[in-house]
């Protein structure tokens, strides 16, 4: 499949912000979050790039994230009208969680939406997110959840989801999936990276039998800790050597 490069089309700035989000997609398929072409990463440009304007990227519908490069991305404004060229359709009804995201958190520059089989799982438990792991020390206190209304597709659902969501980085939508914001595509790839681990190793234990639940007194400074435990970089310690990696297997989604 010949994508035309948009690489001359756009400022350097968009084009770096087109290759780190295209890496996210292309990460999502590596760990098996997708969902075959039904879930969305969204990246809301700056106004460095757009002079102001609410402008955003997003993918191509009907491509596999392992297929997504920085040129099949679509620009989009809040409506999901495209606003340069592309021989690609977009998906409004898949874009409504994540303008509604945006329209209230300036600070959420990416937002990533996944149905994966834990994610899915646990959100249909009446408990949620249990502190039964040190990965879930990091969510159990910072994490949002909204109540399932059918498919995302009417307005009038997008205060209610705005209003649960309020200032966290982690979302449950119940008996839906898992949803995570992050001031890059970095940070909101490592906010997924917990919370999908989480899931996943809740799933297994609740399999097993009683479970141990770690106390209030550890789970309550935990934003202190993974400060420490990044070095103070966040998202930066990891980032990189996901890019590496990605390079290894396919640097194709940075044409």
């Not at 409004?92 to 945006?102: K, M, R």
């Not at 990044?230 to 290894?248: E, F, V």
């Amino acid at each position: 499949m010949h994508i035309p490069s948009m690489k001359e089309l756009v400022s350097e700035e968009e084009w770096q912000l087109r290759c780190e989000l295209a890496a996210a997609y292309r990460l999502v398929a590596m760990f098996g979050w997708s969902d075959l072409v039904f879930t969305h990463i969204s990246l809301r440009l700056p106004d460095s790039v757009t002079g102001g304007e609410a402008h955003f990227l997003i993918n191509p519908y009907g491509l596999m994230f392992d297929e997504i490069t920085a040129s099949s991305l679509v620009k989009v404004d809040m409506a999901c009208n495209k606003l340069l060229p592309s021989e690609f359709p977009v998906n409004p009804a898949g874009f409504t969680i994540h303008s509604a995201i945006h329209a209230v958190r300036h600070d959420a520059q990416c937002v990533i939406h996944t149905h994966t089989k834990a994610g899915v799982a646990v959100s249909a438990l009446q408990s949620g997110i249990l502190p039964i792991s040190q990965q879930s020390t990091f969510v159990v206190h910072h994490i949002a959840y909204h109540d399932y209304e059918g498919l995302a597709l009417h307005g009038d659902e997008i205060p209610r989801l705005q209003a649960d969501l309020g200032d966290k980085k982690y979302m449950m939508l119940r008996n839906h999936g898992l949803l995570t914001t992050g001031k890059s595509a970095a940070d909101a790839f490592l906010n997924m990276y917990i919370l999908e681990t989480t899931c996943q190793i809740q799933v297994a234990a609740q399999a097993c039998g009683p479970l141990i639940l770690i106390p209030n007194h550890i789970t309550d400074n935990m934003a202190e800790v993974i400060k420490t435990a990044t070095a103070g970089q966040g998202a930066g310690i990891a980032w990189p050597a996901l890019l590496r990696k990605l390079d290894r297997q396919d640097s194709s989604y940075r044409t």
